[in-house]
């Protein structure tokens, strides 16, 4: 099984930046794609970057996010991070961490964390 905690999250002006951390145990071997979602009050969860964990590790981003929000890896510590620059209100929501796992079966999600940006 793999577990993901999420940490990083807070309060921050529009404008600002902040990083979140995604750091993931258990069987991380079978963890070939990571990514971040988020999900505002009323509205759908949505995707906001992703990164395979193989290879080159190529990434994924919306428009909505698309040169702010950077995604990246460290192998070594089992740990995604997602870092997020020029933040708006808009960006506001509860920000969840995804494991998609080699074989069948569904991912793992994160427990989520706040990011709240003030106008």
């Known amino acids: 099984q793999v577990q993901l905690v999420e940490s990083g999250g807070g309060l921050v002006q529009a404008g600002g930046s902040l990083r979140l951390s995604c750091a993931a145990s258990?069987?991380?071997?079978?963890?070939?794609?990571m990514g971040w979602y988020r999900q505002a009050p009323g509205k759908q969860r949505e995707l906001v970057a992703a990164m395979t964990i193989t290879g080159a590790g190529a990434t994924n981003y919306p428009n909505s996010v698309k040169g702010r929000f950077t995604i990246s890896r460290d192998n070594a510590k089992d740990t995604a991070y997602l870092q997020m620059n020029s933040l708006k209100p808009e960006d506001t929501a509860v920000y969840y961490c995804?494991?998609?796992?080699?074989?069948?079966?569904?991912?793992?999600w994160g427990q989520g964390t706040q990011v709240t940006v003030s106008s």
């Open positions: 258990g069987s991380t071997d079978s963890i070939n794609a």
């Open positions: 995804y494991a998609h796992l080699s074989g069948p079966g569904p991912g793992v």
